[in-house]
């Protein structure tokens, strides 16, 4: 003989009486909450109701407060961020524009590691760019007024 046990249809006896308990409780626990909330709660609830009683749009409404700002002409700057990626950016977006290269850590030293094979770039600089910082590959930053100088030179030889 088998016994077959399945789920009653309807909701236990137990969630009933729970139910049951908060409904007659609903204006203490109001105002419990209420006490607890230092208002807020009813304030919610108030929003609540007045928001299901407003009339809904009929369709999609589209409001543009003033206007897109005109595109402006991008203003390079070269940068070290904080990951020591050496980068030019557009001043005003701050979105990058070129990669220039790497800070880099060997023996404790600080150093730049221009964007080319040689250094394990993926996507290398161009010929002309390469031309330009050739000679900075391998320079040692020591310093954060050497790293503002070394700005300063990159800036002159791309004229930015």
């Given at each position: 003989m088998v016994d077959i046990f399945s789920k009653s249809d309807g909701p236990r006896r137990e969630d009933v009486a729970c139910k049951r308990i908060?409904?007659?409780n609903k204006t203490t626990i109001h105002k419990l909450a209420d006490q607890i909330s230092g208002?807020?709660?009813?304030?919610?609830?108030a929003a609540n109701a007045k928001a299901k009683e407003s009339p809904k749009p009929d369709g999609l409404r589209i409001h543009i407060m003033g206007s897109a700002?005109?595109?402006s002409a991008p203003d390079p700057v070269v940068r070290v961020s904080l990951n020591g990626?050496?980068?030019v950016v557009d001043n005003t977006t701050s979105k990058q524009m070129r990669?220039?290269?790497q800070?880099?850590?060997k023996n404790g030293q600080n150093f730049f590691a221009l964007a080319t094979k040689e250094n394990g770039f993926i996507s290398p600089l161009d010929e002309e760019t390469e031309e330009l910082l050739c000679d900075l590959n391998g320079v040692i930053i020591e310093n954060d007024d050497i790293k503002k100088k070394f700005v300063?030179?990159?800036t002159k030889r791309l004229d930015l």
């Open positions: 908060i409904e007659e208002g807020q709660f009813s304030r919610s609830r700002p005109a595109p990626r050496v980068i990669f220039l290269g800070m880099r850590t300063d030179v990159i």
